[in-house]
């Protein structure tokens, strides 16, 4: 997110800098897919990473439901107006367009360093970071920390779900047809997501099965996933490598401290159920960059400005934190009244063109939407 930050920053007659820890192409090697929303299509277009991203997967609709109950929802993009409900790209290849954007803007001081610690005061905040030369220290009137959630710590919430995703690729016997499929089970939610002419997978499950998941040879592989998604898209064959992601949500009460202020994962670190935390972060460094032009040196960075901040994104971020947590919370058990209950909701949502259309607009645009 601390690119996007500075891209957004361009023009803004700042002096801006990037520390970033990782080697430039580094980061082509995670493969985690990931769900980018039509809101967050329009950011990546405004900073001019958009076009360097090889063609992303429309998603022109979405099929959600519950293993071992009833109740299912549909959303399409027609239906609410937008050319496609989200975007799977690459965590990998994203992180390089907005690498490869920065590279080719020449106005930020990009670092390739690993900052240390982050300290506020009254005028500046200091970050202390090496970039192989041993300690070294740069000041600044506002540091943004966008370092995935471990410097910046300011009364932070936890909750571990005890789950794990697995994500690999694989190939289907029938097409995907551009559709993305979320089937909750009560070990966690497992998707099933289009990407090029494969299916990105992101299966979440208890720790210990998703390390027997990865271990599994292929064919067995395949054949869980097969009983645990079903029939609709048939046959799953060829699965790519696979790997496994913790899964916490980490939340800071409190977005700001004296001239810091964190974005991104660095402020809500969030279960990837419903895809929400990527895009969350964009608009987090969206609203940020925004919020800088329309003040004076002085006031960059002070109590004011990052109060104002921090109440602007409250509703965004409390809506996706909520959202994602409950949903998790809702569906990965395996009670029987909340499994009624929750075919009921999904029929309901089904149902009713309104709710699922703000549900959509929501998941698509945040509070703006
Ligand atoms: C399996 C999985 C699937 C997901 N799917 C989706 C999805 O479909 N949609 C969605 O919106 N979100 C999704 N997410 C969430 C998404 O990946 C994160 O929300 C997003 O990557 C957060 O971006 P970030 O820049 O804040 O942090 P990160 O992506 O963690 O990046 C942090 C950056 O900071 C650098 N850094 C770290 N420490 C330091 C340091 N000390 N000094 C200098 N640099 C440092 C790192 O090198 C890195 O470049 C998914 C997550 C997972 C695990």
């Known amino acids: ?34 769900a980018l929303s039509h809101g967050s299509r329009l950011i990546l277009e405004r900073l001019g990473v958009w076009e360097r991203l090889e063609p992303a997967t429309p998603i022109e609709r979405i099929h959600v439901s519950q293993r071992g109950g009833f109740g299912r929802v549909e959303m399409n993009a027609s239906e609410v107006g937008l050319p496609a409900l989200g975007y799977v790209v690459d965590y990998g290849q994203l992180a390089v367009a907005l690498d490869c954007a920065l590279e080719g803007e020449g106005g930020c001081a990009v670092t390739r360093a690993t900052v240390g610690s982050v300290s506020g005061a009254a005028e500046f905040a200091v970050a202390q970071f090496d970039a192989g030369r041993g300690p070294e220290k740069a000041s600044a009137r506002l540091v943004a920390v966008a370092d995935g959630g471990t410097l910046f710590a300011e009364q932070t919430r936890t909750r571990d779900y005890r789950q794990t995703v697995v994500t690999t690729r694989v190939a289907s016997a029938i097409p995907h047809r551009n559709v993305a499929y979320e089937r909750f089970t009560p070990e966690g939610p497992l998707a099933l997501l289009p990407a090029g002419d494969r299916i990105a997978l992101v299966w979440t499950t208890t720790p210990e099965r998703a390390q027997q998941l990865c271990e599994a040879p292929e064919a067995e592989f395949l054949e869980r996933l097969q009983r645990a998604f079903g029939d609709r898209l048939g046959v799953f064959s060829q699965a790519g490598p696979r790997t496994r992601y913790p899964v916490v949500m980490k939340v800071a009460d409190r977005l700001a401290a004296p001239r810091i202020v964190a974005v991104g994962n660095a402020a809500q670190t969030l279960h990837p159920v419903a895809g929400q935390g990527l895009n969350l972060g964009l608009r987090d460094a969206w609203e940020l960059a925004e919020s800088l032009p329309r003040l004076s040196r002085d006031e960059i960075g002070g109590r004011a400005h990052l109060l104002a901040y921090a109440r602007r994104r409250r509703l965004d971020r409390g809506g996706g934190v909520n959202f994602t947590d409950a ?18 909701g999904l029929a309901a949502l089904g149902a009713v063109p309104p709710a699922r259309d703000f549900l959509v607009r929501r998941m698509t645009f945040g509070t703006r939407g």
């Open 327 to 344: 949903l998790v919370r809702l569906f990965s058990n395996d009670v029987a009244p909340l499994r009624l209950a929750r075919g009921v």
């Open 1 to 34: 997110m601390g690119a996007a930050l500075a891209l957004a920053l361009r023009g803004a007659g700042l002096a801006v800098g990037l520390f970033e820890a990782r080697a430039p192409q580094a980061a082509r090697s995670d493969p985690r897919p990931v």
